[in-house]
């Protein structure tokens, strides 16, 4: 039997690494897009899938063009037509790799891949904090995710799926899915938080910067179906800073954060977000919760060069898509965005 890749983070990265090689040569442009915007994400990753990755995309160019040239449909959903074509636009070698710098408290990003990605219920307005699970919707038991899946078993006492993300944007970026087929909506029940608080715990035993990000419905959660954002990461999350108030520092964060160390009192404050009604961002790591509450998606304008903060990007970390905003994006910017997502 083959170790568990969370037995170690060698374990982990190298299986990793080694799944997506997997996905690379499964047919179709959904999986090809996947494994593409995860090697540019680390450029080791690129090193290792480079040449695979060169040969399948001059494959399904050919494709492409053969099939357009006869008037026929590109096979494939129209979200990766889309993102393939402007691929093929831009070519191979067109593609930068993800690019990252500190801008004061702030960890920015450059990533060019994931800009060619359609927009899902992210961009909905909503309202409210629970919406039923739509099985004719997007969803995790689409037959072809399973075509993603990086890890599928009993993890922790539960059966969870790991599924690649697509356009990743956090280091070895995966989506874990608890108890896939009870089609839970992305609503968090105590239940599933115990069981993500500790799972947390257990996994930090053996893989160094674990942790999850979780957004709720009306906080830029892009699926509505129960998923939590798995990461490892070696460096600590800006909101972790020790300047922060909630951090014991000095700086008040610019959006009121909750920092708990007790998974039942962190339930309580959630609790309480269930019953006004209110959207929040999480992130999980080893015995503590980061919490903030914010204004929903949809009601409120948010800056041009952004599409909208989710998790990271209320933990501090920036994701940009364009080069120019990357590289001239101030602290100040990025203070006056938060204060859009302010309650009140």
Not at 68 to 95: S, T, Y
Not at 105 to 129: D, K, Y
């Amino acid at each position: 039997m083959p170790e568990s890749p969370f037995s170690s983070f060698d374990h982990f990265s190298g299986a990793f690494v080694e799944g997506l090689r997997g996905v690379l040569q499964q047919p179709g442009l959904g999986a090809y897009i996947l494994a593409h915007a995860n090697a540019v994400f680390d450029e080791a990753i690129l090193t290792t899938l480079e040449a695979p990755l060169r040969q399948r995309f001059e494959t399904l160019a050919a494709e492409c063009r053969e099939a357009l040239g006869n008037g026929r449909e590109i096979n494939g959903a129209p979200d990766d037509q889309l993102v393939f074509l402007k691929l093929m636009a831009i070519g191979f070698d067109g593609v930068q790799l993800n690019r990252f710098r500190r801008e004061g408290p702030w960890a920015l990003q450059f990533n060019h891949l994931r800009s060619f990605r359609p927009a899902r219920m992210a961009t909905e307005q909503v309202s409210g904090i629970h919406k039923s699970f739509n099985p004719a919707g997007f969803h995790f038991n689409k037959p072809f995710l399973r075509r993603e899946v990086f890890w599928a078993g009993s993890l922790h006492g539960l059966e969870v799926e790991l599924l690649y993300n697509k356009f990743p944007f956090v280091p070895m970026h995966g989506l874990l899915v608890p108890e896939r087929l009870d089609r839970e909506p992305q609503f968090l029940s105590h239940p599933y938080h115990i069981y993500i608080w500790r799972l947390t715990e257990a996994l930090a035993e053996t893989l160094s910067g674990v942790g999850f990000g979780y957004n709720s419905y009306g906080a830029y959660a892009s699926v509505n179906h129960l998923h939590f954002q798995m990461f490892l990461q070696q460096t600590a999350m800006p909101i972790a800073d020790p300047r922060w108030a909630h951090n014991g520092g000095p700086e008040p964060y610019p959006l009121e954060c909750q920092l708990f160390s007790c998974p039942e009192q962190a339930w309580e404050w959630l609790n309480q977000q269930h019953l006004e009604e209110t959207s929040y961002n999480l992130l999980y790591q080893p015995g503590c919760m980061y919490a903030v509450a914010r204004r929903k998606q949809g009601s409120y304008q948010h800056s041009p060069w952004t599409a909208g903060f989710g998790w990271s990007e209320i933990v501090g970390a920036i994701t940009t898509f364009n080069q120019v905003d990357f590289e001239t994006l101030e602290v100040e910017t990025v203070l006056n965005e938060m204060k859009r997502l302010r309650l009140g």
